[in-house]
T-cell receptor, first 113, second 112 residues
């Protein structure tokens, strides 16, 4: 079946530290991949996406590269800020599934000053 | 005003009660979705709708029903609430199956 697995949280970092949140997927076909962010008390917002192998999505200093050979889409940021504290969700979408998103379990990030 | 609005934002209800969660959108999208979020499980799809006449079950539809009253409105009902339906519920919309999904702010439901 189709699924997404993320590294477990919570992840606690100091400000300006390097961030990696691992995400791997299993999919029948060729999915599009997404990272969503959920700030406290809010809904999910699209952070970045990649629609085919080797694409790199980027936004707000975050990056993720679609790696077909390792079925991965790891999220990285070179220098995190306190304002990056949130829950991050990796997700996939298959083109023949009507736009449904399949989410990982979410990773909570806490950045301390 | 938010593009996707969910009401209520918080609700506590008793076991066995019927409850409706509402979602409205101003984006003009045909596709609407209901997800539930549980700690450690991410978001799981309950129901989705491609237009007012097309409603489909998601992976966890048991115990839930939906109504698409208009293009802009998609309601989720719990006919007889039970404690394991305590969760955070999200409505989402998208223009097509290949475009960005927009989420509401969520409804936190507690069944006691």
């Amino acid at each position: 079946g189709n699924s997404v697995t993320q590294m477990e949280g919570p992840v606690t970092l100091s400000e300006e530290a390097f961030l990696t949140i691992n995400c791997t997927y299993t999919a029948t076909g060729y999915p599009s991949l997404f990272w969503y962010v959920q700030y406290p008390g809010e809904g999910l917002q699209l952070l970045l996406k990649a629609t085919k192998a080797d694409d790199k999505g980027s936004n707000k200093g975050f990056e993720a590269t679609y790696r077909k050979e390792t079925t991965s889409f790891h999220l990285e940021k070179g220098s995190v800020q306190v304002s990056d504290s949130a829950v991050y969700f990796c997700a996939l979408r298959l083109s023949n599934q009507g736009g449904k998103l399949i989410f990982g379990q979410g990773t909570e990030l806490s950045v301390k000053p | 005003d938010a593009d996707v609005t969910q009401t209520p934002r918080n609700r506590i209800t008793k076991t066995g009660k019927r409850i409706m969660l509402e979602c409205s959108q101003t984006k003009g999208h045909d596709r609407m979705y209901w997800y539930r979020q549980d700690p450690g499980l991410g978001l799981r799809l309950i129901y989705y709708s491609f237009d007012v006449k097309d409603i489909n079950k998601g992976e966890i539809s048991d115990g839930y029903s939906v109504s698409r009253q208009a293009q802009a409105k998609f309601s989720l009902s719990l006919e007889s609430a039970i404690p394991n339906q305590t969760a955070l519920y999200f409505c989402a919309t998208s223009e097509t199956q290949n475009t960005e999904a927009f989420f509401g702010q969520g409804t936190r439901l507690t069944v006691v």
